[in-house]
């Protein structure tokens, strides 16, 4: 049997995460390169000349020419933190690496922090990864396919549930197959909030590959290329080479809602968000 890329793909390692990014220093270090990598650049007025010096044993950055000064985490998602870099840094190692999401409480034991601050750290974290993908464009060849989300209660089962929540999940593939970039958005399957997601989510030159959902058809006035196929329900379906990646990131999306949120029974909207970005490339 084959190995599935996505369990197999090469990742960071504990310990060489550990190395790289086990002190202070190397963390500030870090945040500096990723926030000035052409040197510090004044954020009120752009200006490169400028003076350091501590204070409290904090570094300030003093701009030469109108004499703000700043910090480091300041305008940053750390800024006003109590808790050292390292432990956020490992937050974004912890998250980012496990395949099947990681709860708040495990998360509490993992950096050694109370519950109120793991959950804090986790939705801050999901948050600007949601506002960073917001606005991604997915081009090129994408699978794209409708889904279901929702807990178990008295009702009408399937389609129209009041228990459900509608969603279309896209894959952006590379031209070797592999999947590249996600999009998963809750909306109702008919042509016009389609059409209007389409024009939000993919590019004008994409090449779409949908099954025979009425509602997809709207996409063939918004891309290059639109590939309907029929394939029917069940197993052979799922199983299409044509839709590996997206029903792969499916599965994982629906394993991961239900190894993390053991008491989730319905109301999978609230949680959207949360779960969005996980599966984001």
């Not at 004044?42 to 003076?51: L, N, V």
């Not at 490992?90 to 708040?104: D, E, G, I, P, R």
């Not at 779409?208 to 290329?225: C, E, K, N, P």
Request: aromatic letters at 10%; a positive charge.
């Amino acid at each position: 049997m084959s190995m599935n890329q996505v369990q197999f793909q090469k990742g960071l390692s504990l310990a060489e995460f550990l190395t790289q990014y086990g002190t202070e220093a190397q963390c500030e270090a870090a945040l500096q390169a990723l926030r000035w990598p052409d040197g510090f650049r004044c954020p009120a007025c752009g200006e490169a000349r400028h003076t350091v010096f501590k204070r409290n044993e904090r570094t300030y950055w003093q701009c030469g020419h109108c004499r703000k000064q700043t910090t480091l985490t300041a305008g940053t998602l750390f800024e006003a933190t109590k808790l050292p870099l390292t432990t956020w840094f490992l937050a974004m190692y912890l998250l980012t690496q496990a395949k099947n999401n990681v709860s708040a409480l495990e998360l509490m034991r993992h950096l050694g922090v109370c519950y109120r601050t793991a959950w804090l750290i986790k939705h801050k974290l999901i948050q600007v990864m949601a506002e960073r993908e917001a606005d991604r464009q997915l081009s090129g060849r994408v699978e794209i396919d409708d889904a279901y989300l929702g807990g178990e209660r008295s009702g009408k089962r399937g389609r129209g549930s009041e228990n459900k929540v509608a969603f279309v999940m896209a894959v952006q593939t590379t031209d070797d197959g592999r999947p590249l970039f996600v999009r998963i958005d809750p909306l109702p399957f008919t042509q016009q909030a389609i059409a209007e997601w389409a024009q939000r989510a993919l590019a004008p030159s994409t090449y779409a590959l949908t099954d025979g959902l009425s509602g997809f058809r709207s996409l063939q006035h918004v891309v290059a290329r639109h590939e309907c196929l029929i394939l029917g329900s069940g197993r052979q379906s799922a199983q299409h080479p044509e839709f590996r990646w997206v029903n792969t990131l499916l599965s994982n999306l629906k394993t991961a809602i239900s190894g993390t949120y053991h008491a989730l029974v319905v109301g999978l909207s609230s949680l959207y968000t949360t779960m969005y970005n996980y599966f984001l490339a």
